[in-house]
């Protein structure tokens, strides 16, 4: 079992949004919680880059100034999970999305693929 599971991903139209899951299924609860998290994103023409993080007290940044008031990311401790939450999605936001620790500590997930197009 992986150390991440995304999900969530898909096809959505500009405009449109999509909510995005990341469980951390063999992580140990403590562990987790007392990890900054964070989600990423890849293209085929681009590395993975950092999208965003959560810290332990829920406090959030963005480190993609494109992604500012259309992505939040939160984190549920009870479930070990962070999610992203993508609204007005764009063509450029078209990417496989990873989630990880912040710097990224644990083996990658198989991600979940966002597709934006009309």
């Known amino acids: 079992q992986p150390q991440f599971v995304e999900s969530g991903g898909g096809l959505a139209q500009p405009g449109g949004s999509l909510r995005l899951s990341c469980k951390a299924a063999?992580?140990?609860?403590?562990?987790?919680?007392?990890?900054?998290m964070a989600w990423y994103r890849q293209t085929p023409e681009t590395e993975r880059v950092l999208v965003a993080t959560?810290?332990?007290?829920?406090?959030?940044?963005y480190n993609e100034d494109s992604v500012k008031g259309r992505f939040t990311i939160s984190r549920d401790s009870a479930r070990k999970t962070i999610y992203l939450h993508l609204n007005n999605l764009k063509p450029e936001d078209t990417a496989v999305y990873y989630c990880?620790?912040?710097?990224?500590?644990?083996?990658w997930g198989q991600g979940t693929q966002v597709i934006v197009a009309s």
């Open positions: 959560i810290s332990r007290d829920g406090s959030t940044n």
């Open positions: 990880n620790s912040a710097p990224p500590s644990y083996s």
């Open positions: 063999r992580m140990i609860t403590s562990v987790f919680n007392s990890n900054i």
